[in-house]
């Protein structure tokens, strides 16, 4: 009889321990959860991006005397109607995280404020550098669009972020014309990537 | 002398642009980049992110946007050189639209004009990281994306359902897919699932094999339907590929002019890389061959376009209309294959330079000028008497 009472006692000891640790368990949320249902959080990954390639450097140089314009384009790799030195090297935007992205453009300033005088252009343009990082359905930047300052241009609906195929060339296309407002000017361009969330 | 030093200045003022662009280190990134959840009444829950891959000095402005944005509170505006901060969500007892929301979690460097010296164009970066809040659609609601892949002939198909119930009431249901051939529209078959329930809130990923032995390569569409009281639907097309390039375009001029350079665009209809692609030319003047060449060879990704380029003496042809043999090889795994095609190709003489008419136009305005000024000089002459 006692042994079987000492049974009994260390039993439900073993027991009492059992409630303890699960009512000392703690949710891992911090925060307060309604009874009612569950909230099903889910949270992902991280988001990186970067300009591999951030210079795009045509150095000093005018509109030629015979002709009224100059354009420079990185995609061409040529300089026509201007003195300028031809730059072949694109902007190179990486996406360095291990989610899916979206990615839009925003500049600092427009055609207008940046280059000045009658008819000037200050288009971006983005591609794929190497292949499958922007598939050609998501890609909506892939001709030349005149910048619009802080209203975004869609450039890619979901850039990939695998190895090999994780980065995009972005083009530039300026037109300058023969009454262009002599000076250094500023422009920003700034890449905005959106997580795309499964 | 004055005139012509002022026309001589006008014809050369010529307009300085200094365009001298660089950009600082533009990099960032956050985490998480995203999260959500189902609605509940009143839920608060505090996000916690980190920034990183910023230079030490660098501002990084933090911001919250979007329409639940009045119920987000973070606890700083600013970082300098990445670090972390928080995200307070409070939410509402109710909201009244169904449907998905989505706060913007705005995480952007700060870049200043000043620091860039004599140059122009700068680069920034701006992550915004997302917080989608699901509110349930009154009723029965379901959401549902159908995906597949491309494959090679007698390869199975996969097809992915993902599905969400995004309604308050529980519903049960067995999806189906339908195939049909893209060309024809013509109904295939049908593929079934099993009976599934799932609560409000709760999704589920199911997958099904398409068995292509008796299909042809080519393109396909996928129908998936879904009925739990309201039909839900999502279609997706997919290809059978085959071990073959198709010329789908080539120089159909060349000018009689010393060598002249031949174009080949070749499509491949295969699912897999194709290396060593080229093709083998031979120009031909009624059954006598006039030219033998072979273009470079390239390596095509699945389904990918490219151009084959060779280059030929055209020294040999008169004006006219020739056939070529194209003959195209290629290798895909451990096959190698070809296949022909009979084009025409039109030979033309370069466009002649009109000297003669050029003579005429630079004699006739040396008269004219010449007229001219023995006019000036005649009434110069008579206006002063």
Redo the contacts between chains.
């Keep these: 009889m006692e042994i079987y009472n000492k049974v009994l006692v260390i039993i439900a000891v073993i027991l009492v321990f059992v409630v303890i640790i699960n009512v000392g368990t703690k949710s891992p949320l911090t925060g307060h959860a309604s009874d009612t249902g569950k909230a099903n959080l889910s949270i992902e990954a991280a988001a990186s991006i970067s300009f591999v390639f951030n210079t795009t450097d045509w150095g000093v140089g005018y509109v030629n005397e015979a002709d009224t314009e100059a354009y420079l384009d990185t995609d061409a790799g040529t300089v026509v109607g201007g003195t300028w030195t031809p730059v072949t090297q694109p902007l190179v935007v990486s996406n360095d995280g291990n989610t899916n992205v979206s990615l839009n453009f925003s500049t600092s300033n427009i055609a207008s404020a940046f280059i000045g005088g009658n008819s000037p252009a200050y288009q971006l343009k983005l591609e794929n550098n190497g292949t499958g990082t922007c598939d050609s359905n998501n890609l909506s930047l892939s001709s030349f669009t005149e910048a619009t300052g802080a209203t975004e241009l869609e450039g890619c609906k979901e850039m990939g972020y695998q190895n090999t195929m994780d980065t995009l060339n972005l083009h530039v296309n300026l037109t300058i014309p023969e009454d262009a407002t002599i000076g250094t000017k500023s422009s920003i361009i700034t890449a905005i990537a959106t997580a795309v969330s499964s | 002398m004055k005139n012509k030093g002022v026309v001589f200045g006008k014809?050369?003022f010529?307009?300085?642009?200094?365009?001298?662009?660089?950009?600082?280190?533009?990099?960032?990134?956050?985490?998480?980049?995203?999260?959500?959840?189902?609605f509940?009444?009143?839920?608060?829950?505090?996000?916690n992110y980190h920034v990183?891959?910023v230079g030490e000095e660098r501002v990084v402005g933090v911001s919250v946007v979007g329409d639940l944005a009045e119920y987000a509170e973070l606890d700083k505006n600013k970082l300098v050189g990445g670090g972390d901060f928080n995200l307070h969500?409070k939410l509402p007892p109710y909201i009244e639209v169904p449907g998905m929301h989505r706060i913007?979690v705005s995480v952007?460097?700060i870049?200043s004009?000043d620091e860039?010296v004599?140059?122009?164009?700068?680069?920034?970066?701006?992550?915004?990281?997302?917080v989608?809040v699901y509110v349930p659609y009154p009723g029965r609601y379901l959401e549902m994306e159908l995906t597949t892949g491309d494959v090679n002939f007698q390869e199975p198909v996969k097809f992915e359902i993902d599905l969400t119930n995004r309604g308050v009431e529980n519903l049960t249901f067995s999806p189906i897919i339908e195939i049909y051939n893209n060309a024809s529209q013509g109904y295939i078959e049908t593929l079934y699932f099993q009976e599934r329930n799932l609560s409000?809130?709760?999704n589920i990923k199911l997958q099904k094999f398409l068995n292509t032995t008796d299909y042809s390569a080519g393109a396909y569409n996928a129908l998936a339907i879904v009925n739990y009281g309201s039909v839900a639907q999502d279609s997706v097309e997919f290809r059978i590929g085959r071990l073959f390039i198709e010329l789908t375009n080539y120089t159909k001029e060349i000018l009689l002019e010393g060598l002249q350079r031949f174009d080949i665009e070749v499509a491949s209809s295969w699912n897999d890389r194709i290396d060593g692609a080229y093709a083998e030319v031979s120009v031909l003047n009624d059954s006598e061959e006039m030219t033998n060449f072979k273009t470079t060879s390239a390596s095509l990704?699945p389904w990918?376009s490219k151009i084959l380029t060779g280059y030929f003496d055209t020294s040999n042809f008169t004006e006219g209309t020739y056939d070529a043999n194209v003959t195209l090889y290629y290798y895909g795994k451990t096959t190698g294959k070809s296949s022909s095609e009979i084009v025409e190709i039109e030979f033309v003489k370069p466009a002649e330079v009109p000297y003669l008419l050029i003579g005429l136009i630079v004699v006739g305005i040396i008269v004219l000028i010449g007229v001219f000024f023995i006019l000036k000089k005649y009434f110069f002459k008579h206006g002063k008497k």
Excluded: H, M
Excluded at chain 2, 18 to 33: E, H, N, Y
Excluded at chain 2, 40 to 47: A, L, V
């Design positions: 014809l050369f010529l307009f300085y642009i200094f365009l001298i662009c660089f950009g600082s280190v533009s990099s960032l990134s956050v985490t998480p980049a995203a999260a959500s959840f189902n509940q009444p009143n839920f608060e829950y505090t996000f990183g891959n969500l913007l952007k460097e870049v004009d860039f004599g140059s122009t164009i700068g680069t920034s970066v701006e992550i915004r990281a997302v989608d409000s809130g709760e990704n990918e």
